[in-house]
């Protein structure tokens, strides 16, 4: 043991110091007795402290790595879902180009009346709203100069085909087109003729 005053090494059964006579009580023993023991606690709860520490310290590293390369793989699913959004709305958008070509390739002109006669004479005829075509033609009879094939509408739209005194007698044609929002009349009026026709289409 020490002295508690001067420090030096004593024996432990000593009462009295041989280097500064203090007196050695068995109290002061025990003082350093407790002094040692609690000290030696101090340091190993410290160090269980310090141990625990580091455990929850590693245990929170650990979560964030976990969460940082969940929130990675997140992200990369969604950017792979994106992708394949675009695609599919390109996909789709290609697709109703297609239709929208293939229709407008389809439409054509349509045959929606087909009127024909011979010799002379007049009629009404009924021609349905849209882009409309019509097509005449007329063979006359003989060369009387006055041999004609002429078509009226009630929108002012009109087409024929006549001879001259001097016309050969031959086929002749004419043709007229227009649009409209309704239903529109006609007349043909055919004067000397061997055969005529007038084809009425729709473009459709």
Not at 5 to 27: E, H, L, R
Not at 30 to 42: A, P, Q, R
Not at 90 to 98: G, I, K
Request: negative net charge; contains cysteine; glycine residues 6%.
């Amino acid at each position: 043991m020490f002295c508690p005053k001067c420090g030096k090494a004593i024996k432990d059964d000593a009462k009295f110091c041989k280097y500064c006579g203090t007196q050695v009580s068995k109290n002061n023993q025990s003082v350093n007795v407790k002094s040692d023991t609690s000290s030696d606690s101090k340091n190993n709860s410290n160090t269980k402290i310090l141990a625990v520490a580091i455990v929850v310290a590693a245990i929170v590293l650990v979560a964030l790595v976990f969460t940082a390369l969940s929130l990675t793989s997140d992200n990369g699913g969604d950017d792979a879902k994106a992708v394949e959004a675009n695609k599919e709305s390109s996909v789709a958008v290609t697709s109703s180009s297609s239709q929208s070509s293939s229709a407008s390739a389809e439409k054509s002109w349509v045959s929606v009346g087909s009127f024909s006669g011979s010799g002379s004479g007049s009629q009404t005829i009924s021609v349905p709203s849209g882009e409309i075509r019509i097509d005449i033609s007329a063979f006359p009879i003989k060369n009387y100069a006055t041999n004609h094939l002429y078509l009226t509408g009630s929108n002012g739209e009109s087409a024929g085909v006549d001879w001259g005194s001097t016309s050969a007698v031959a086929s002749k044609s004419d043709s007229l087109s227009f649009t409209s929002s309704s239903t529109t009349t006609f007349t043909i009026d055919y004067f000397e003729t061997e055969s005529w026709s007038v084809e009425v289409y729709k473009y459709q």
